[in-house]
């Protein structure tokens, strides 16, 4: 059977990972590629780096980063944060990176994300969105939440399909650093309107919050960071609860 | 030497850091006369079965691939046009393994393309032993070879399919092998040690 998939991700700055992050045993917990690895031996499914770093010499920090975690991690991984374009991604390719996530710039200029699927195929392309509730309707915001956009949330991830998408990160940042749980309706919404997969994210608290995500939740995958950085929950007890629960991991 | 065939498909680059990672000494490489004189090949692959023939027609590879005589390894999409024929975009394919690739029908709802980690059953072949039944390999694909004669190992998605196939000195993984964590690196290293 499919297994649920169980997503850290990690937010990189100038190569370094940002959110303090806790591990007994590193030599340097700040090393994205020690940092993915451990997760990795801990039995996380992928992983997804954000690259938050603002300068112009992006496109060759996030390359080198990408390339230095393919040689190190025998797992699949999405790196984003600043792919606005062909280019940006050929590059990611090129460095080993098995997928890209884009988010605003694809709100911005959604041919991009016909072009990524064309150039490298949906399996390359993670469409990441970011939406909270306004007025009992979800609203896709921009910059990690801050803008509003014009979008709604499930006409936006149906066009993304459309278009190529072979994947949706879906935030609700009404959740997010809640820890009361998942967004569960939105995403379960999300699931059963497309054929793509789903990995949801933002509100994970505790290992119930998974199987709520996985079976109310109807999602694929689910996606969090502080709760395993600061250990909160642990991969392996996650997994073994989930079994416990019927729930299908790896 | 592993040859690791240069044709513009995907993340060769993940195949080449994981040949790294097990001590192997490879070349990504689109030359004929390499290819043929490795000791052993690796025909990864990623994208649209068409568009990744024309390449290998391209650079006229196509026969290349056929008249190998060492150890090949079809990886994904490279699996798939080791076939007959596939049916994304009605496309003839190499013909090394006289069996057809199918899209999904989902027959529960499955999504497609089937995405993520499933487990191995039925595990024949060398590349699959001592024992690697029922653990989990990493798959990304929407068609899929059926169970048949030449089938190494199974796999369960809207209904059993090919994990891998061998005929002679082809072998294949549907499956991600470079992205399969240790279960990956042990089928990867059976490869080698053929």
Known sequence: MLAKRIIPCLDIKDGRTVKGVNFVNLRDAGDPVELGSAYSEQGADELVFLDITATHEK?????????????????????GGGITSTLDADAMLAAGADKVSINSAAVRNPALIDELALNFGSQFVVLAVDARQMDGEWIVHLNGGRIPTELRLFD?????????????LFTSMDHDGTKAGFAL???A???????IPVIASGGAGNMEHFKDVFTTGKADAGLAASIFHFHEVDIPDLKGYLKSEGIVVR | MIAVIDYNAGNIQSVLFALERLGANAVLTSDPSVIRGAEK???????????????????????????????????????????AYSEENDTPCLGVI?????????????????MGWNTLQN???VLFMPDLEGEYVYYVHSYFVENGPFSTAVTEYAQP??????????YATQFHVEKSGKVGERILRNFLNL
Request: aromatic share 6%; hydrophobic share 35%.
């Open chain 2, 41 to 83: 090949v690796i025909f990864p692959g990623v994208g649209e079965a068409s568009t990744t023939m024309q390449h290998l027609r391209d650079r006229q590879l196509d026969e290349v691939i056929r008249q190998l005589t060492q150890p090949t390894l079809g990886i994904c999409v490279g699996m798939q046009l080791l076939c």
């Open chain 1, 185 to 187: 309706e939105a995403t």
């Open chain 2, 98 to 114: 006289p069996q057809k690739v199918q899209r999904f029908v989902p027959q529960n709802g499955e999504k497609v393309p089937h």
């Open chain 2, 161 to 170: 399919f090919s994990a891998g196939l061998q005929k002679d000195n082809f």
């Open chain 1, 156 to 168: 936006w991830v149906k066009e993304a399909e459309n278009r190529g998408a072979g994947e949706i």
């Open chain 1, 59 to 79: 496109r060759k920090t996030m390359s080198e980063l990408a390339r230095s975690i393919a040689r190190h991690l025998n797992i699949p991984f999405t790196i």
């Open chain 1, 189 to 195: 919404r999300i699931s059963e309107m497309l054929s």
């Open chain 2, 123 to 125: 595990c024949q072949d």
